[in-house]
């Protein structure tokens, strides 16, 4: 059959297109994608669904070694509906080139990746820049990856990740934007725009993928791929707003998780695909599963074996199958025997062209190839000032005692001690494949460049990530007997958090923990900067170490952004976007817990009688190390009490919450304003805090602001005890402040 200029029929029909907005992929019921269809054999259909990782790297258990002559074989023969992890515009220019020029119906090809912080220009990690509360610097962030990215060929992005974990255990809490649902929706929302801005026709945007649907961040016992059991109303309440908030903000793509929930592989769950995903939210973009999940139902005991895994998935709603080969290999048999309806296919099928339409691929399929756009591109000036900026926002101060800092920049001798003090190749972090090792600014070199010519810098690993060797403490303690101040680089390498990056044990790895104890018994001040890609047990640094800044993994410019929160260039803004718990068995720790019948909020300095039965460890207070939320100034801010509009809110109406803030000094500094409500009677218990709002704003030292928060009684409503969602008549009380506990309160009624 003579092959159809594509880009002809589409230029016919392109405009029936009608300009779909961004919060839907276009939902047109597309002339030439349903013409398409009709040419098309059932192993084509079949080859549109089926989508392998390329040469370059594995993100999952190598299940072939196809050398890359052979991904030129199956494009031919139209058994690929795209690669990932391939890049470069040259490269992916080639491959689309045999797909558009030399398979029967040239349908174009999708490359893929996980540029899940940034491209070549690296930014902090997702759960870093989460601690910036800054959905701007969040958005710009991920604009620039989609800019360098799709320079180098990337149409398909798979990201953002937005994964709820409260468990520190669970590597891949570092990907996510943390605990919390509000904060987790608004990210999600941001970075989708990040990715895919006013429409995927323009050649700098890529397809977001929201991922890993669901509840892939509640493992039992933080164990990535273990099992996930809870309720539907914990479910829909805490787990499953970020996917919904990306979806809404238009994110072309989903995509399922590893686990199975509540008994059912999320691969092959119609609740999770057919009911909520489609029916309820009316998604109307691609579901692709994650690499083998669809395979992986016969491990878990969905399916007996592959064929019933394909049915099952593509039944209901997964669209296409990543690295399984289960579709290719099972569902034409399937079809043909007549155990498989052919409408389930099509279905997919058309849900991946719409995708290749709206990115305009069948237009022009070369438009993610362009060379000339990858050179001018990658790793601009621009790009590496957003980085930086960025990464400054996300650093945490965990203390400061005695305003040791900021240190001042001609301070005379400076010992900058530990494993990851001048260490390029962990800046980048997990998820980083696209960055390389040489780039990153190293915490040694963003002080050395930071601080005044008369400075001394002195530099000692001190120990490494991995081994117990106290060989190199003896040199450590010696630079540090000599400095009037140390700053220790301590924390996780790159590969021990993200994915199967699960630790049972989340105190500072290795020997670690023994050099800081040594560091510390030369009574120096010591500045601890933590590394890490989740909260650590930081209890003996907090009670030992005069300050500390929980500096996440920051990427690119980590060295650079350090410095200039050490030394005041810039005024430390984050915030904990999850709990610091003291040790890792007051785990599961979240700040929005329910409050139990016997609840315990002391200190252990009560009479014990007034303590015995209550709910509490008898070895550790129940308040955590750090609260979701927390994160200091160098500057102090007063928050004046609450003014709301009504003491009494009536359905269907709003109340404004007001709070006056000072910024006494000494420092101009930005602030992350929260509001958190309580409900303090349902129809099932509520959480003694849920936040339902927050700005982060820059005030002068000096400076009075008025901040106003609108609070509507929708945003009160809540999956009562039948599972209508709705609110319900009562009390609550509503909390303004810097963290989840340093607030403000008042109280309002809320009436039908
Ligand atoms: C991995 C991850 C997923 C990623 C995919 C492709 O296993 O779970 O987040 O996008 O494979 O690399």
């Given at each position: 059959?003579?092959?159809?200029?594509?880009?002809?029929?589409?230029?016919?029909?392109?405009?029936?297109?009608?300009?779909?907005?961004?919060?839907?992929?276009?939902?047109?019921?597309?002339p030439?994608?349903?013409?398409?269809?009709?040419?098309?054999?059932l192993?084509?259909?079949?080859?549109?669904?089926n989508?392998?990782v390329?040469?370059?790297?594995?993100?999952?258990?190598?299940?072939?070694?196809?050398?890359?002559?052979?991904?030129?074989?199956?494009?031919?023969?139209?058994?690929?509906?795209?690669?990932?992890?391939?890049?470069?515009?040259?490269?992916?220019?080639?491959?689309?080139?045999i797909?558009?020029?030399e398979?029967?119906?040239?349908?174009?090809?999708?490359?893929?990746?996980?540029?899940?912080?940034?491209?070549?220009?690296?930014?902090?990690?997702?759960l870093?820049?989460?601690?910036s509360w800054?959905?701007e610097a969040?958005?710009k962030?991920e604009?620039?990856?989609?800019?360098?990215?799709?320079?180098?060929?990337?149409?398909?992005?798979?990201?953002?990740?937005?994964?709820?974990?409260?468990?520190?255990?669970w590597?891949?809490?570092?990907?996510?934007?943390?605990?919390?649902?509000?904060?987790?929706?608004?990210v999600?929302?941001?970075?989708?725009?990040?990715?895919?801005?006013?429409?995927?026709?323009?050649?700098q945007?890529?397809?977001?993928?929201?991922?890993?649907?669901?509840?892939?961040?509640?493992?039992?016992?933080g164990?990535?791929?273990?099992?996930?059991?809870m309720?539907?109303?914990?479910?829909?309440?805490?787990?499953?707003?970020?996917?919904?908030?990306?979806?809404d903000?238009?994110?072309?793509t989903?995509?399922?998780?590893?686990?199975?929930?509540?008994?059912?592989?999320?691969?092959?769950?119609?609740?999770?695909?057919?009911?909520?995903?489609?029916?309820?939210?009316?998604?109307?973009?691609?579901?692709?599963?994650?690499?083998?999940?669809?395979?992986e139902?016969?491990?878990?005991?969905?399916?007996?074996n592959?064929?019933?895994?394909?049915?099952?998935?593509?039944?209901?709603?997964v669209?296409?199958?990543?690295?399984?080969?289960?579709?290719?290999?099972?569902?034409?048999?399937?079809?043909?025997?007549?155990?498989?309806?052919?409408?389930?296919?099509?279905?997919?099928?058309?849900n991946?062209?719409?995708?290749?339409?709206?990115?305009?691929l069948?237009?022009?399929?070369?438009?993610?190839?362009?060379?000339?756009?990858?050179?001018?591109?990658?790793?601009?000036?621009?790009?590496?000032?957003?980085?930086?900026d960025?990464?400054?926002?996300?650093?945490?101060?965990?203390?400061?005692?005695?305003k040791l800092?900021?240190?001042?920049?001609?301070?005379?001798?400076?010992?900058?001690i530990?494993?990851?003090?001048?260490?390029?190749?962990?800046?980048?972090?997990?998820?980083?494949?696209?960055g390389?090792?040489?780039?990153?600014?190293?915490f040694?070199?963003g002080?050395k460049?930071?601080?005044?010519?008369?400075?001394?810098?002195?530099?000692?690993?001190?120990?490494?990530?991995?081994?117990?060797?106290?060989?190199?403490?003896?040199?450590?303690?010696?630079?540090?007997k000599?400095?009037?101040v140390?700053?220790?680089?301590?924390?996780?390498?790159?590969?021990?958090?993200?994915?199967?990056g699960?630790?049972?044990?989340?105190r500072?790895p290795?020997?670690?923990?023994e050099?800081?104890?040594?560091?510390?018994?030369?009574?120096?001040?010591?500045?601890?900067?933590?590394?890490?890609?989740?909260?650590?047990?930081?209890?003996?640094?907090?009670e030992?170490i005069?300050?500390?800044?929980?500096?996440?993994?920051?990427?690119?410019?980590?060295?650079?952004?350090?410095?200039?929160?050490l030394f005041g260039?810039?005024?430390?803004?984050?915030?904990?976007?999850?709990?610091?718990?003291?040790?890792?068995?007051?785990?599961?720790?979240?700040?929005?817990?329910?409050?139990?019948?016997?609840?315990?909020?002391?200190?252990?300095?009560?009479?014990?009688?007034?303590?015995?039965?209550?709910?509490?460890?008898?070895?550790v207070?129940?308040?955590?190390l750090?609260?979701?939320?927390?994160?200091?100034?160098?500057?102090?801010?007063?928050?004046?009490?609450?003014?709301?509009?009504?003491?009494?809110?009536?359905?269907?109406?709003?109340?404004t919450?007001?709070?006056s803030?000072?910024?006494?000094?000494?420092y101009?500094?930005?602030?992350?304003?929260?509001?958190?409500?309580?409900d303090?009677?349902?129809?099932?218990?509520?959480?003694?805090?849920?936040l339902?709002?927050?700005?982060?704003?820059?005030?002068?030292?000096?400076?009075?602001v008025?901040?106003?928060?609108?609070?509507?009684?929708?945003?009160?409503?809540?999956?009562?005890?039948?599972?209508?969602?709705?609110?319900?008549?009562?009390?609550?009380?509503?909390?303004?402040?810097?963290?989840?506990?340093?607030?403000?309160?008042?109280?309002?009624?809320?009436?039908?």
């Amino acid at each position: 059959m003579k092959k159809i200029p594509l880009f002809f029929i589409s230029f016919i029909f392109y405009g029936c297109l009608t300009e779909g907005n961004r919060n839907q992929p276009q939902t047109y019921e597309n002339p030439k994608i349903e013409a398409l269809i009709r040419q098309m054999t059932l192993e084509e259909k079949v080859g549109q669904l089926n989508f392998y990782v390329g040469d370059l790297f594995n993100t999952g258990p190598t299940v072939r070694t196809t050398e890359s002559d052979k991904f030129d074989q199956l494009i031919r023969e139209g058994k690929l509906t795209g690669l990932f992890n391939v890049h470069g515009a040259a490269y992916t220019g080639r491959l689309q080139k045999i797909a558009v020029e030399e398979s029967r119906l040239g349908i174009p090809l999708l490359f893929g990746a996980d540029v899940i912080h940034g491209f070549k220009t690296v930014f902090p990690i997702p759960l870093a820049s989460a601690a910036s509360w800054d959905l701007e610097a969040i958005e710009k962030a991920e604009r620039v990856a989609a800019i360098e990215s799709t320079a180098a060929g990337i149409n398909f992005n798979f990201a953002p990740m937005v994964d709820i974990s409260r468990d520190p255990r669970w590597g891949r809490i570092a990907e996510g934007a943390g605990e919390d649902p509000f904060l987790g929706s608004e990210v999600a929302k941001a970075r989708v725009r990040g990715f895919q801005e006013q429409s995927l026709t323009d050649p700098q945007t890529m397809a977001a993928c929201v991922k890993h649907f669901a509840a892939y961040g509640a493992p039992d016992g933080g164990r990535d791929y273990n099992t996930v059991d809870m309720s539907e109303r914990l479910l829909r309440e805490m787990y499953l707003p970020p996917y919904k908030a990306g979806i809404d903000a238009g994110a072309a793509t989903i995509m399922t998780s590893f686990n199975e929930l509540n008994g059912i592989a999320a691969s092959g769950s119609q609740f999770l695909l057919r009911d909520i995903l489609r029916k309820e939210w009316g998604f109307k973009g691609m579901v692709v599963s994650d690499w083998q999940s669809v395979n992986e139902m016969v491990a878990h005991g969905n399916a007996a074996n592959n064929a019933e895994a394909a049915m099952m998935a593509l039944k209901a709603g997964v669209d296409m199958d990543m690295m399984g080969d289960v579709y290719l290999e099972e569902v034409p048999r399937l079809v043909n025997e007549g155990k498989l309806d052919i409408k389930f296919v099509d279905e997919a099928v058309r849900n991946v062209l719409k995708l290749k339409y709206d990115l305009g691929l069948f237009d022009d399929p070369y438009r993610y190839s362009d060379t000339i756009r990858e050179k001018n591109n990658i790793r601009a000036v621009e790009h590496l000032e957003a980085a930086r900026d960025v990464a400054k926002k996300s650093i945490v101060l965990l203390k400061n005692k005695e305003k040791l800092l900021p240190l001042k920049k001609s301070i005379g001798t400076i010992a900058v001690i530990g494993p990851l003090a001048d260490n390029q190749a962990d800046m980048n972090g997990t998820w980083s494949f696209f960055g390389e090792a040489q780039h990153p600014i190293t915490f040694l070199q963003g002080i050395k460049d930071a601080v005044s010519g008369q400075s001394r810098v002195l530099y000692a690993e001190g120990c490494n990530l991995y081994d117990r060797s106290k060989d190199k403490f003896a040199e450590a303690v010696n630079i540090a007997k000599k400095a009037d101040v140390v700053i220790l680089a301590v924390g996780e390498s790159a590969v021990m958090n993200g994915e199967a990056g699960s630790r049972s044990d989340i105190r500072l790895p290795g020997i670690q923990p023994e050099l800081v104890m040594e560091i510390a018994k030369t009574g120096k001040p010591v500045v601890a900067l933590v590394m890490s890609g989740r909260p650590l047990d930081l209890s003996w640094l907090d009670e030992n170490i005069p300050a500390i800044l929980e500096v996440w993994t920051l990427g690119s410019e980590a060295g650079n952004a350090a410095a200039d929160v050490l030394f005041g260039d810039y005024n430390p803004s984050g915030k904990l976007p999850v709990t610091f718990p003291r040790n890792v068995g007051q785990v599961p720790i979240y700040y929005n817990h329910k409050n139990t019948g016997r609840p315990y909020e002391g200190d252990y300095s009560e009479p014990l009688s007034e303590r015995i039965y209550r709910s509490k460890y008898r070895d550790v207070q129940n308040s955590p190390l750090y609260p979701f939320g927390y994160g200091l100034s160098y500057s102090t801010f007063e928050y004046s009490d609450i003014t709301l509009s009504a003491d009494t809110l009536n359905a269907g109406e709003s109340i404004t919450a007001s709070v006056s803030i000072t910024n006494e000094g000494p420092y101009d500094g930005e602030e992350v304003v929260q509001l958190y409500i309580r409900d303090l009677v349902g129809s099932v218990t509520r959480p003694v805090k849920e936040l339902k709002g927050f700005k982060k704003l820059m005030i002068k030292n000096g400076e009075t602001v008025k901040v106003d928060f609108t609070l509507s009684s929708d945003d009160l409503s809540f999956y009562r005890h039948d599972m209508t969602y709705g609110i319900e008549p009562g009390d609550f009380q509503i909390f303004i402040g810097s963290d989840s506990k340093n607030v403000k309160e008042q109280h309002f009624v809320l009436k039908n």
